[in-house]
């Protein structure tokens, strides 16, 4: 994003010291001052409420799903994201597996996100077919926070999922 010329303030977490010291001296080397990187744990986040216009997950997701609590860890994450993400804000997952893998995405992303009557969210899947040659590329998960409008039936389903393929 850095190199794209985003002009906003870029904020990168990660629970280990020796990640952050890392990738603070190859910040400081290109001198992107915009970019600030914070020792954090992703599940418990000490960011303020609609802080975030975009989250981005670039395999943290990948990682716990094979842990014995990482489901419970992908909720936490997931309570954390909803809180801090603003309305029409875009939760980025950027992720090898696919919806139905692990029940990942009923059972532990949204059960959080849904928690909060006044939002719904829409998912956008990303997926490229690669041939039986190449390694599939990771899905590129777009998650949307709407404000659900007045008019709008609380009751409803409050998410919606739409998959999208492209060929390599």
Not at 50 to 62: M, P, Q, R
Not at 73 to 83: A, K, P, Q
Not at 116 to 131: G, H, Q, R, Y
Request: charged fraction near 30%.
């Amino acid at each position: 994003m850095y190199k794209d010329k985003y002009t906003g303030e870029l904020i990168g977490i990660d629970y280990s010291p020796t990640a952050i010291a890392e990738m603070t001296k190859k910040r400081d080397q290109i001198g992107a001052e915009t970019i600030k990187f914070i020792e954090m744990d992703a599940t418990q986040m000490k960011f303020g409420v609609n802080e975030f216009d975009i989250v981005i997950d670039k395999a943290t997701t990948d990682g716990l799903i094979s842990n014995p609590k990482g489901g419970e860890f992908i909720e936490l994450i997931s309570d954390h994201v909803g809180r801090v993400l603003k309305p029409e804000g875009i939760y980025v997952i950027i992720s090898h597996l696919e919806p139905q893998d692990h029940n990942w995405l009923s059972n532990y992303l949204l059960p959080p996100l849904t928690a909060d009557p006044k939002f719904k969210w829409k998912i956008l899947v990303n997926s490229v077919e690669a041939s039986k040659s190449e390694v599939k590329p990771p899905n590129v998960y777009l998650i949307t926070k709407k404000l659900l409008q007045e008019n709008e039936d609380k009751d409803e389903e409050r998410v919606s999922v739409e998959q999208q393929y492209y060929e390599m």
